[in-house]
């Protein structure tokens, strides 16, 4: 199966920046490539679903955000490292979460919580 390892979490203060990274390593056990998957980040807050956050596509200029982070959050990979990013700038209290970097083989299933594979987490505290 595919192992992502995530890294870049942190505190912040309200109005800072952190850039969370995600390596992905393995195969898949459907035999596609990585780079033939979507890559994405949720986010669960105490007492809070898991909300999608951000995905791209690996071999396409394809992204999607979450209303509540458009204009402030950038996804981005490279796809000579399996590497999925996400550039968060302007971030608030309400953005403290556990960030979780997850593929899966189509976009669409990917941003609708139909998930192959999710990273272990890593938190994000953002204080007032």
């Known amino acids: 199966q595919i192992q992502l390892a995530e890294s870049g979490g942190g505190l912040v203060q309200a109005g800072g920046s952190l850039r969370l990274s995600c390596v992905a390593s393995g195969h898949s056990v459907s035999g596609h490539a990585i780079s033939d998957h979507a890559m994405g980040w949720f986010r669960q807050a105490p007492g809070k679903e898991r909300e999608f956050v951000a995905s791209?596509?690996?071999?396409?200029?394809?992204?999607h955000y979450s209303p509540s982070v458009q204009g402030r959050f950038t996804v981005s990979r490279d796809s000579n490292k399996n590497t999925l990013y996400l550039q968060m700038n302007a971030l608030k209290p309400e953005d403290t979460a556990v960030y979780y970097c997850a593929v899966a083989l189509y976009s669409d299933y990917l941003r609708r919580g139909a998930v192959d594979y999710w990273g272990q987490g890593t938190q994000v505290t953002v204080s007032s």
């Open positions: 791209t596509a690996w071999v396409a200029d394809y992204r």
